[in-house]
């Protein structure tokens, strides 16, 4: 905007626009003390009006015997119920007008004669139009009955209903004209087109007409007022003088008169009837705008029920869609984000956005118009941190965002509880690009034509735009809301979802755990497995498998992973493993059968198991490892790591080729086979882990049951993982 | 415990400095961070494991991953893992790792980016 309309607006926006110590000139103004009624400030007009001088005088000796004495009886009731009273001076009618400011009655004169009247036709229709006014179901059929019945009662060129937005910016969303004009329907103004002097004077004054915006402004006399020492208070007056700015405004749209009646919702300045006379001055008899003025006040009433029912059709919809979501997520609760993104409705569906995005289980979908996949986390994560997840100025929170106004000026973002940093979050653009235009601003024939400062619809939808860059369509509270429910559905659908995945877990992992180890003849064995308290299952198990001939293979293994894929591949494994034990000729042999498993079946896996084949007849033992601890025997000398015969974990290699290792355990020995969880998270290292194992199994006693009780009271592995152990004597 | 994986560049090369314990809880950030770097296509990747300070099955499975991802991407991979850092180096050991991870005990040992290159 240029430096000059900018000092315009400044200036207008310091004005005293209640107290501007002039009236307009289509009427005079005395302002007289009660009960007396002598003059004690007049408009410098009035001796023209009254044909005599007025300064001095009382109205008693201005009016005539009989107009005196209704007067003086209007004055012991309602004023409103006065106005106006016709009266006579020189032979011509004139409408009088009442009210107090500052102690004093104001008393306005306006000739009847030059006045616009829509005649007794219109008022006899009152009541129909009321009726249809009262019987509109939506916001826009009221606005625009009223736009279209404001503009037959008071004639204007053009009759706009104008709607105030959050921050005081005006919309036309109603429009009445004559034919040749072009529309305005649509268009925007910045707040500062009505500074907030104004917007308060509105909010208690319903009704202000100019009708000249060419007129020169009639000063009072004397300036200040004296009981007060101050200009007369002029904020209820019909004939207050409006700010220069305003008629520049005015004049540079081409308008020559202007009248505009509040719209009050709740209270609050809501709106405006605007009207606009670009033939010529136009006034409208004071008794039609009243009915006009009466027309406002009508819809003022309705508004809460329509622009609360506007709201509620958005309500009901967002709710259908929600439930309808609702019961796509129920239909297939382990597909939560196929639910939310590939059905007939999509999560884009639940409420008026451009772009949706969907993050669960770490996996991020985009609907619609978003920012790049690569941008949507980052934002959303800084402003779940910023404590901004619903905003409509997100360059505002988060300033390095501002690139993405076209797509994401407005972020609605909601966590998912639960999964690992899932959300949901809907985009909205930058408002200016949401803009459906009636008529184009860009070719108004009001534009500026000569140089200065000019205000105009075109400059002023310039400057609205300047106030609404990076903003988006607010959210609201409704829709808030459903966002809400609906992802705390998905943690709920999700927690229970884990709920049953763990109970499914356990039930898989009790199959891989022998309820009741067997008996083998001639061997003690003892296992204990205690599961971890952060994942209700591991991937460790255990197995002990008798084979022909009297030996029986014991095997530990333990699968990288937790939860219910490695509970599978767990089972998966221990029943190849049982497999190629009772097949292969030694158990080297048959940890490569199960490394061929893994590859060919199970690619990207990984899994360590030990193998122990034991002779109870001989003492004879057949070690094989795959990438697991060493297994540890104790003897009477102390205890020591099987470290030979050891090979890759299952999974690494194509080809694993595992090797042998042979050892003795005497009558009174022991063996111990036992899961990483034991050891690794020792305070000093898995090193340490190890050696404190080593020494407590050298120390323990020589039954296996009571070594596990004592192994495990000495090392006290931490919960964070899943422990298995398994101990094996002779008997 | 703090765990974070940083984007760094070692000896010339794209690498990763992983801090911390790589468990079940954070070696899912691992795999993303280096399948993120992967899909530039960098001629090299290394993984700076000395100032990690725990890893279990689950952080070895991903680093067999990211391992198998550069042998059929043709990106030279290495691990460093000093003999000094026990927790790390020792279960990659009773994994054997190594026959599929190329682990280093230092940056020292990379060979030089330019080694090969014939000078004018």
């Known amino acids: 905007m240029p430096g000059g309309a900018e000092d315009a607006l400044l200036r207008c926006a310091d004005e005293p626009i209640a107290v501007p110590g002039a009236v307009q000139p289509h009427g005079a103004l005395l302002a007289v003390t009660e009960p007396d009624l002598a003059v004690v400030v007049a408009s410098a007009n009035a001796p023209e009006l009254f044909g005599r001088p007025v300064a001095g005088t009382s109205l008693d000796q201005l009016l005539d015997d009989s107009d005196t004495a209704r007067l003086r009886a209007g004055l012991a009731g309602d004023l409103a119920e006065v106005n106006p009273l016709r009266v006579r001076l020189g032979g011509a009618d004139v409408d009088l007008v009442l009210h107090r400011a500052d102690g004093l009655l104001v008393t306005e004169w306006e000739p009847v004669l030059g006045a616009e009247q829509a005649g007794a036709a219109w008022h006899r229709r009152l009541p129909t139009t009321l009726q249809r006014l009262s019987a509109t179901a939506t916001l826009e059929e009221l606005t625009a009955v009223l736009a279209r019945d404001v503009r037959a009662l008071t004639c204007f060129d053009r009759v706009m209903v104008y709607r105030f937005d959050a921050e005081w910016n005006g919309e036309v969303i109603a429009e009445d004209r004559r034919d040749d004009l072009e529309p305005f329907l649509g268009l925007r103004y910045p707040a500062s087109d009505i500074p907030a002097q104004a917007r308060a004077l509105y909010a208690t004054n319903w009704m202000r007409l100019i009708p000249d915006a060419g007129y020169r402004p009639v000063p009072l006399e004397p300036p200040l007022t004296p009981s007060t020492g101050r200009p007369l208070d002029l904020s209820g007056a019909i004939l207050r003088s409006v700010s220069p700015v305003h008629l520049e405004y005015l004049a540079n749209m081409g308008v020559v008169s202007s009248m505009s009646v509040s719209l009050i919702d709740n209270g609050k300045l809501w709106g405006l009837i605007a009207c606009h006379h670009y033939a010529g001055p136009h006034r409208p008899s004071y008794s039609d705008r009243v009915a006009a003025e009466f027309l406002g006040r009508t819809a003022s009433l309705l508004l809460p029920t329509l622009v609360g029912a506007g709201e509620q059709t958005g309500v009901l919809e967002v709710a259908h869609r929600q439930a309808e979501l609702a019961s796509a997520i129920g239909r297939t609760p382990r597909a939560l984000a196929e639910a939310l993104t590939e059905g007939e409705v999509t999560v884009l569906d639940l409420l008026p956005a451009s772009g949706a995005a969907v993050r669960i289980n770490g996996q991020l979908r985009l609907l619609g118009e978003t920012p790049p996949a690569d941008r949507v986390v980052p934002l959303v994560r800084a402003l779940l941190a910023a404590g901004a997840p619903v905003t409509d100025a997100v360059s505002r929170v988060v300033p390095e965002a501002a690139d993405l106004a076209g797509s994401a000026s407005g972020v609605l973002a909601v966590e998912v509880v639960g999964g690992q940093e899932d959300f949901l979050a809907w985009f909205r653009p930058e408002t200016l690009r949401e803009i459906t235009w009636g008529g184009n601003p860009y070719t108004s024939k009001t534009a500026q034509t000569d140089a200065g400062p000019r205000l105009s619809p075109r400059r002023s939808f310039d400057a609205w735009s300047e106030t609404v860059r990076e903003t988006a369509r607010p959210w609201r509270e409704h829709e808030v809301t459903a966002a809400r429910s609906l992802a705390a559905l998905l943690t709920g659908t999700a927690a229970s979802r884990a709920e049953e995945d763990n109970r499914l877990a356990a039930a898989l992992q009790r199959t891989l755990l022998l309820e009741q180890l067997p008996k083998v003849p001639g061997v003690a064995l003892a296992a204990r497995y205690l599961p971890s308290e952060e994942d209700v299952v591991g991937g460790d198990w255990y197995d002990i498998v008798p084979l022909p001939g009297g030996r029986v293979s014991i095997v530990l293994g333990d699968v990288a992973g937790h939860g219910l894929a490695a509970a599978a591949i767990t089972a998966q494994l221990r029943h190849a493993l049982r497999a190629h034990l009772l097949r292969a000729p030694g158990p080297a042999a048959a940890l490569d059968g199960l490394n061929e498993v893994i590859g060919a079946l199970l690619p990207g896996e990984l899994a360590t198991a030990i193998v122990a084949e034991l002779d109870p007849a001989t003492g004879d033992v057949v070690v094989a490892n795959a990438g697991h601890p060493p297994v540890l025997i104790g003897t009477a000398a102390g205890a020591a790591y099987l470290h030979e015969g050891r090979g890759p974990a299952l999974g690494l290699l194509d080809v694993a080729d595992y090797a042998e290792t042979r050892v003795h355990l005497g009558d009174d020995d022991r063996l111990l086979l036992f899961s990483d969880g034991l050891v690794e998270r020792s305070a000093d290292g898995l090193a340490a882990g190890l050696e404190d194992l080593r020494a407590a199994v050298g120390a323990g006693p020589a039954d296996p049951q009571q070594l596990l009780d004592a192994v495990l009271g000495a090392l006290n592995p931490p919960r964070t993982d899943d422990v298995t152990l398994l101990g094996v004597a002779r008997t | ?120």
Not at chain 2, 41 to 54: C, M, N
Not at chain 2, 56 to 64: I, N, Q, Y
């Open chain 2, 1 to 120: 415990m703090l765990f974070d994986v940083e984007r760094t560049t070692i000896a010339g090369r794209a690498a990763l400095t992983v801090r911390g314990e790589v468990d079940i809880a954070t070696s899912a950030q691992v795999a993303d961070a280096a399948a993120s770097l992967l899909d530039t296509a960098p001629a090299g990747l290394v993984i700076d494991l000395s100032p990690t300070r725990f890893l279990d099955s689950s952080g070895a499975r991903v680093l067999v991953a990211i391992a198998r991802r550069c042998a059929a991407g043709g990106i030279e991979l290495h691990v460093i893992a000093p003999p000094t850092n026990r927790p790390v180096r020792l279960p990659l050991e009773l994994l054997q790792l190594d026959r599929v991870v190329p682990l280093i005990g230092s940056a020292g040992e990379l060979p030089s980016v330019s080694a090969g290159r014939e000078t004018p």
